[in-house]
Nanobody, 124 residues
Framework: QVQLVESGGGLVQAGASLRLSCAVS????????IGWFRQAPGKEREFVAA????????GYADSVKGRFTISRDNNKNTVYLQMNSLKPEDTAVYYC?????????????????WGQGTQVTVSS
């Protein structure tokens, strides 16, 4: 079993930055790829970013490319999502998810384990 806990969300103004963390406990962290997804009120869950179990491969949604950076520290069992130049349309609950494979990709159905989410609100 794998447990994921997100942190770092909050209320910021447009143009600000936030760094989300996803702390993973349970089985070998380095055996899991991690993805970040978000869900805004009244909208479907959407892919944000993903990283392979080694950290050598990453992927981003077009809407965040160039503004968000995903990274992982396998010594700390933590994945980060650095979010810069935030926009009001980035407002959502952000979830991290784990998949027991090299790379999980953008399809949320690929992921086996999910955190509870952290709220990000960007005011204009």
């Amino acid at each position: 079993q794998v447990q994921l806990v997100e942190s770092g969300g909050g209320l910021v103004q447009a143009g600000a930055s936030l760094r989300l963390s996803c702390a993973v406990s349970g089985r070998a962290f380095s055996a899991y790829s991690i993805g970040w997804f978000r869900q805004a009120p009244g909208k479907e869950r959407e892919f944000v970013a993903a990283i392979s179990w080694s950290g050598s491969s990453t992927g981003y949604a077009d809407s965040v490319k160039g503004r968000f950076t995903i990274s992982r520290d396998n010594n700390k069992n933590t994945v980060y999502l650095q979010m810069n130049s935030l926009k009001p349309e980035d407002t959502a609950v952000y979830y991290c998810a784990a998949r027991s494979a090299y790379y999980g990709g953008s399809d949320f159905s690929n992921y086996n384990y999910w955190g509870q989410g952290t709220q990000v609100t960007v005011s204009s």
